[in-house]
């Protein structure tokens, strides 16, 4: 019998967003994200070695099942990772795998599991550099290159962060100031349908995108404006770039050919009272990952004000206004 081995990686939310590859698996602009508390996926594995150098997948359950189609989209990824890298030996893999978060929640898995998968592979060969395991963790998922470890992760070149590279994300809790640390994620899951497109294929229509050009200069633009407001105290203009971005990545998806919309009637109800919380005068704003989910961002010292006004049910009821709500924060370690 061999061992049985566990590892988890977190998940992580965008606030500047990865959209459209260049050159295989690296991203046409930068990207900056925090990792989350409660979703994450938690993997058990165990492998033998294998005299030829392949890597098989002999079995795999996805929460307690066999899942095929991910076996099938796995391999795939598994042999484009190890056809660009070096590693010592092959194995036969025995893969066991689950999300603490609901499947159509609308969170991003890709980079909780891709990055779950790098760790595994870390672990068999020995790799100990974390920079490493980011790098592979990009060869099976972009954004799965931020989630190796907990906190602030940057991906992409700038000059706004020593040592960013377009190869791996690295970590830029240091240079958040700590009102960001404990930042409030909550998830408004706003459809129980699976989403109209993949986020490969969206990143597919970046290619030939008639934006592409403005949307490398915005995201640089952007991204100073970050680096600037992630140094101070959590204020009205983050929240705002926040929303901006977000907006920008789905003006993107209703302006690619073919277009495509993954907003639902609910989401853009829970955006607008979003805006006008913050028009109150609360310090929060929401963000949209390629789906219908919208996450509403505030600092832990606005949580009685967001509560209350969640409380006096200004969001509407579940199963009404939205489908379930994920109550998620920032961890950094
Ligand atoms: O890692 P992928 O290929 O699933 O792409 C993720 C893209 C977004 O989630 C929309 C943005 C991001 O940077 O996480």
Not at 304 to 332: I, T
Request: with cysteine.
């Amino acid at each position: 019998m061999n061992p049985i081995y566990k590892i988890s990686a977190p998940s992580n939310i965008a606030l500047l967003k990865y959209w459209g590859k260049i050159h295989g698996q690296f991203a046409i602009n930068p990207s900056l994200s925090f990792t989350l508390s409660n979703a994450e996926t938690l993997l058990s594995y165990s492998y033998t070695k294998r005299d030829d150098r392949k890597i098989v997948i002999q079995s795999l359950m996805f929460e307690g099942k066999p899942h095929e189609d991910f076996k099938n989209k796995l391999e795939i990824k598994f042999e484009s990772l190890f056809s660009k890298i070096e590693y010592p030996f092959g194995c036969d893999l025995f893969l066991e795998t689950e999300n603490t978060f609901p499947h159509s929640s609308g969170i991003a898995s890709s980079a909780s599991s891709m990055a779950a998968m790098a760790k595994m592979f870390a672990a068999i060969f020995k790799i100990s550099s974390d920079n490493i395991v980011s790098s592979m963790a990009r060869e099976l998922s972009g954004s799965a290159c931020r989630s190796i470890n907990y906190g602030w992760h940057f991906w992409g070149e700038s000059k706004f962060y020593l040592e960013s590279n377009q190869q791996h994300a690295v970590n830029i809790t240091k240079f958040v100031h700590p009102g960001f640390h404990n930042l409030q994620d909550w998830i408004f899951i706003c459809s129980n349908n699976v989403k109209g497109l993949s986020s490969s294929d969206g990143h597919k229509l970046m290619e030939n995108h008639r934006f592409l050009s403005q949307r490398i200069q915005s995201t640089q633009s952007r991204l100073e404006k970050f680096v600037r407001l992630l140094k101070v105290t959590p204020n009205l203009d983050f929240f705002e770039l926040v929303e901006e971005e977000a907006l920008e990545l789905h003006a993107l998806m209703m302006t690619s050919n073919p277009p495509y919309i993954l907003m639902e009637p609910k989401s853009l109800a829970i955006m607008k009272k979003i805006s006008l919380l913050r028009k109150q005068g609360i310090h929060c704003g929401y963000t949209l990952d390629a789906g219908s989910a919208v996450h509403l961002l505030f600092p832990k010292d606005q949580l009685g004000l967001v509560s209350r006004y969640f409380e006096e049910n200004y969001f509407g009821h579940r199963g009404q206004d939205f489908v379930d709500v994920l109550f998620d924060e920032c961890r950094l370690s």
